[in-house]
RNA sequence: UCCGGCUUAGCUCAGUCGGUAGAGCAGGCGGCUGUUAACCGCCGGGUCGCUGGUUCGAGUCCAGCAGCCGGAGCCA
């Protein structure tokens, strides 16, 4: 007799097969017991019928506690009203350990602080491992994606030295009585990567210090970031839109039950396939302009709110390029047709999703980025190692970053990205 | 940091005009051969966030503080 998992329940049919899991929820009707065991990979039904079983055994199954592991002995069969699901037809059923005392999350509502508070517990209820699933797929699909077209992954420290864009604020941390930060970026060692290896990727965990307390924030999350020599522009916006379209459509393929299990409605998602509409920063500041944002000028950035209006003009991810240099990061490119603005590019998410992709192409002349840093006034001598990417051979090069958790996010259809990661890390939270 | 809201049983919440605390779920007992957050009956369960004030009397009104949620700024 085999064990078997949830999952593989259908392969089954007509045999007696062994679960072990825990117990989900139970009903009772009179002489049946109704017992939703999960296993990890999924929950199925099992259905205590009096006259199969010993009369202890039918009074014990109706005792089991919430999450008490059990093992359950039964054949497998269609479910009884739901076509197309299985239930197991129960032989014996074996509390492996029981709960020790009452498991705090019920089959009822509760507050959502409550339930991170039980973080390590609420993973285990349905929504959140449909979730975790969905996130697991994601980024299997963007190791894939990178992998299949030859990228090297080259990982990023998490130990930076020094607070380097000088844009957000930054973890600091004792290393051995000096400072040191934890990275909010694997960038700029990409752009040295890409020069040793032509392609590359990193993707690991980045740190924000900002006091943000959005449904779009998380002081610790999971970005991947790939570096290509010899790439414009031109070249990074469609590297951007396959991938994105690549980690979508995987995500649909492979988790559909779990879409299904969040009331995801995927006719959105069906319509990420390139190419995206691409409209320049001007374009978006005139459609802010004509869309209930008069007051938006050239120079401003754009808030979630803005990024909600130009995004929902749009059936797809949108591509929004050549921001004001003053906007952005020290390391873009100037445009060669108007040297006021950036090689840049964001890619923002249908939905009110908001930014998901920040890249383009990187200044690759020696010169105007020492210019830059002085501009931003960074200090030079942490940039040594940089420059010497530029005066070693300097080339072209262009690449971005997608956060994974905004991603999740939007490919579930949350409204907040702090279920996306299995332990979120936020301006008050720091446990489990 | 700023603006707004919330805080009552283990959990989710109700609580009228200021008059002495309620429901559902969870737990226990019983009932029902097809339940889907099952249902029905019975039972136990309270520092009304904290501190102070007004009042004969405060869960309720006022002030301060704390925690949480949402939004802004900043960002992916």
Redesign the pocket.
Known sequence: MSVVRVEELARHVGETVTLRGWLY????????H?L?VRDGSGIV?C?V???NVTPETFTAAN?I??ESSVEVVGSVKE????KGQH?L?VKEVRVLAATTQ???I?????????L?DNRHLWLRSRRQHAIVRVRHAIIKAVRDFFDGRDFTLVDAPIFTPNACEG??NLFQTDYHGDPAYLTQ?GQLYMEAGAAAFGSVYCFGPTF?A??????????E?W?VEPEVAFLDLEGDMKLAEDFLSCVVGRALETRREELKVLERDTSMLEKVIPPFPRITYAEAIDLLQKNGHPEAKVGD?????E?TVISSRFDRPVIVHRYPMG?KAFYFKRDPGDDRLALNM?VLAPEGY?????GGQREDDLGKLEAAIDHHKLPRPAFEWYLDVRRYGSFPHAGF???I??TVAWVCGLP???ETIPFPR????LAP
């Not at 929820?25 to 049946?32: I, V």
């Not at 019920?106 to 409550?114: A, I, L, N, S, V």
């Open positions: 929820n139970r009903r009772s009707s009179g002489k049946l109704f939703e039904q259905v019928f009096k006259g005792h506690t919430q479910h009884g009203k739901i239930e037809d009452e498991y705090p019920g089959p009822k509502e509760h507050g959502t602080d409550f991170m844009t957000s970026s924000r900002e006091k943000s307390k959005t449904r779009r924030h998380l002081a999350f970005m950035d754009f808030g979630g709110d990024e906007l964001d908001g930014e998901i992709i920040g970053g997608l956060g958790e905004r907040h990205v702090r936020m301006l008050n939270r």
